[in-house]
């Protein structure tokens, strides 16, 4: 109770000092207050989300840190041989070379990642390593396969049969021209029907029964990118950031319309501005589009967003966005994320 009443001081005050309608900011803070009672929580981006939200879970019920919920979710959809965007089994790119992007940044803001690395399926597990074992933050190519194999991972082929098939039928016709957008024109898994665009790389998010947030982010990147393609996913501030202070984003989509806008540092900078996740996500969203009004139309890009208090919220620009939310009351829980177009 006491904390309550701090809280709704705090917010009062917040309302002065940052300028905001009193509305705006009493809105956020009593949404804030139902949410803190959700902790801990779990969300991430896409269907997939579900079953990765799951494997976070089992860590976040016991007590378990942000950080190792997030690197335990992740790594679901990235062993899934079925699953061609991430992870083992993910497209690879024009030469057929399957190149991951993945990092994770803790609530300390520790970060590290891993770039276009090749053979070893859990990239976000090799992320983390560069974070923890490394006085860096990135590792790319060659590097990371190297940094990785000298850490115990052992180096595998990460071509299916069926991701070596889309790829000799994409090159068959595509003259070798990689196109964004890929995943929504010719080769989605999840294809939807009508206008939706869909795309797959996962990004999550967590908030510990501690207070602290974590979050993860991992993809095989566009499909039939040129070889060295490296797209926002493991770019810290534009395909995750947290602030544990504030909250944590993640991204979605064309990832060079994301690193173009810095994506995930906007919406937790927009959140620290009083802004709920989903206004923050929305905002960050029509900046894309507000730069690229033509381009913005043909594309898709999404945020997923969660402040301190455990509230979340999406948006993307083309229909077909979800994101799954894992916490005491709701295990499995999909929302459709809304959209401009
Ligand atoms: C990228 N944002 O590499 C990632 C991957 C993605 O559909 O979401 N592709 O641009």
């Known amino acids: 109770m006491i904390n309550r009443r701090k809280f709704i001081q705090q917010g009062v005050l917040g309302t002065v000092a940052l300028g905001f309608t009193n509305e705006i900011y009493a809105q956020s803070a009593f949404n804030s207050i139902v949410k803190t009672a959700t902790k801990p929580i779990v969300i991430s981006t896409w269907d997939f989300g579900i079953?990765?939200?799951?494997?976070?879970?089992?860590?976040l019920k016991q007590n378990g840190r942000a950080l190792d919920a997030v690197e335990a979710g992740v790594k679901v959809p990235e062993a899934d041989l079925k699953n061609v965007t991430?992870?083992?089994?993910?497209?690879?790119?024009?030469?057929?070379?399957?190149?991951?992007?993945?990092?994770?940044m803790d609530e300390n803001g520790n970060c590290g990642a891993v770039l276009a690395m090749e053979h070893i399926t859990h990239a976000i597990s090799v992320a983390r390593l560069v974070m923890e074992k490394t006085p860096h933050v990135m590792l790319a190519g060659e590097g990371a396969l190297?940094?990785?194999?000298?850490?115990?991972?052992?180096?595998?082929?990460?071509?299916?049969?069926?991701?070596?098939?889309?790829?000799?039928?994409?090159?068959?016709?595509?003259?070798?021209?990689?196109?964004?957008?890929?995943?929504?024109?010719?080769?989605?898994?999840?294809k939807l029907p009508g206008n939706q665009y869909n795309h797959d790389t996962i990004g999550m998010l967590a908030l510990d029964s501690q207070g602290n947030m974590s979050g993860?982010?991992?993809?095989?990147?566009?499909?039939?990118?040129?070889?060295?393609?490296?797209?926002?996913?493991?770019?810290?501030?534009?395909?995750?950031?947290?602030?544990?202070?504030?909250?944590?984003?993640?991204?979605?989509?064309?990832?060079?319309?994301?690193?173009?806008?810095?994506?995930?540092?906007?919406?937790?900078?927009?959140?620290?501005?009083?802004?709920?996740?989903?206004?923050?996500?929305?905002?960050?969203?029509?900046?894309?589009?507000?730069?690229?009004?033509?381009?913005?139309k043909e594309i898709q890009v999404g945020f997923l967003a969660?402040?301190?208090?455990?509230?979340y919220g999406a948006y993307a620009l083309q229909q077909g966005f979800s994101f799954a939310v894992c916490n005491e009351e709701q295990q499995d829980l999909l929302i459709k994320g809304k959209s401009i177009y």
Request: charge should be neutral.
């Open 51 to 59: 079953a990765a939200n799951q494997a976070a879970w089992k860590i």
């Open 86 to 104: 991430v992870g083992n089994g993910g497209y690879p790119d024009r030469d057929g070379h399957v190149t991951l992007d993945a990092c994770i």
């Open 146 to 190: 190297q940094f990785a194999l000298e850490n115990g991972f052992q180096k595998e082929d990460l071509l299916t049969k069926e991701s070596e098939k889309a790829w000799k039928e994409w090159l068959k016709k595509a003259e070798y021209k990689p196109i964004m957008n890929i995943e929504n024109q010719h080769f989605s898994p999840n």
């Open 216 to 296: 993860a982010c991992t993809t095989s990147g566009m499909a039939f990118k040129m070889h060295g393609r490296v797209g926002d996913s493991p770019i810290i501030g534009a395909g995750l950031y947290v602030d544990n202070e504030v909250g944590a984003a993640t991204s979605t989509g064309v990832g060079e319309e994301v690193v173009r806008t810095v994506g995930s540092f906007l919406v937790v900078e927009l959140m620290r501005q009083g802004y709920s996740p989903e206004d923050a996500c929305k905002k960050a969203v029509q900046r894309i589009v507000k730069k690229k009004p033509e381009k913005a």
């Open 306 to 311: 969660m402040n301190k208090q455990g509230q």
